[in-house]
């Protein structure tokens, strides 16, 4: 999928850079968006993720190089909801014979800084592509159980805690759109963004699993306003 991705936009990319330059464009644009983000692998799994939707918020600035072409500048922050029903309805008794999962104080939150290369179509309106990479901080929810153990021969209900920990790792991903101009300097538009991060958790950290290598993996769907000047 990474080696897809990356082709993929260097083809796009080429593509446009040999277009024709319309010298009558905005050098600077800002654009601020809020998502719906749908988790993938790891973190919505049976055994360790069991992660719910989420929401996205993010900003970018844009720096054009040419009509067709810009430098982008991000900030991205996500937070996604643990799904609390599928903890406790995975087996019989839970996880571990667990009961009683809280994890409505905790959410996985996922913090990126990212540069990337935009290329776009030519027009009033048009279409963009953006790969892109950076630094990424994944924060893991903090849960509470409860579990039954057996003390003097008698059960014991013994309170359980999952403690929140972060890590940070590189990040890549690809974030496709398209922006509609209203006026002569600001437009709305739609946007699809792919993002994926590897990260290591030592220690009890991912819900019930001891040790973890994360693969952080999202689907984020959303809409933005965007400034230029």
């Not at 749908?38 to 993010?58: C, Q, R, T, Y």
């Not at 101009?181 to 792919?194: A, E, K, N, Q, V």
Request: zero cysteines; aromatic letters at 14%; proline letters at 2%.
């Amino acid at each position: 999928m990474k080696y897809l991705i990356l082709s993929l936009s260097l083809a796009f990319i080429t593509l446009y850079a040999a277009s024709q330059e319309d010298k009558n464009f905005d050098r600077s644009r800002v654009s601020v968006g809020i998502g719906s983000v749908s988790p993938l692998g790891d973190l919505v799994s049976d055994s360790n993720g069991f992660a719910g939707g989420g929401i996205s918020f993010n900003i970018d600035y844009a720096i054009a190089a040419s009509n067709n072409m810009a430098i982008v500048f991000g900030f991205n922050r996500g937070m996604i909801q643990l799904d609390e029903e599928a903890i406790n309805t995975v087996k019989e008794g839970g996880i571990n014979n667990s009961f009683g999962v809280d994890g409505s104080s905790g959410k996985y939150k996922m913090t990126s800084f990212i540069i990337g290369a935009e290329a776009r179509t030519s027009g009033k309106h048009y279409f963009y592509v953006n790969p892109y990479f950076g630094l990424g901080k994944l924060t893991t929810p903090e849960i509470t159980y409860q579990t039954f153990e057996i003390f003097n021969s008698t059960y014991t209900t013994v309170s359980n805690k999952v403690t929140s920990r972060s890590e940070i790792s590189t990040i890549y991903g690809l974030k496709l759109g398209a922006h509609f101009l209203l006026s002569d300097h600001f437009g709305d538009g739609l946007f699809g963004r792919y993002e994926q991060g590897n990260f290591r958790f030592p220690g009890e950290t991912i819900v019930f699993k001891s040790s973890s290598n994360i693969t952080y993996e999202a689907l984020t769907t959303g809409v933005n306003l965007h400034f230029s000047f």
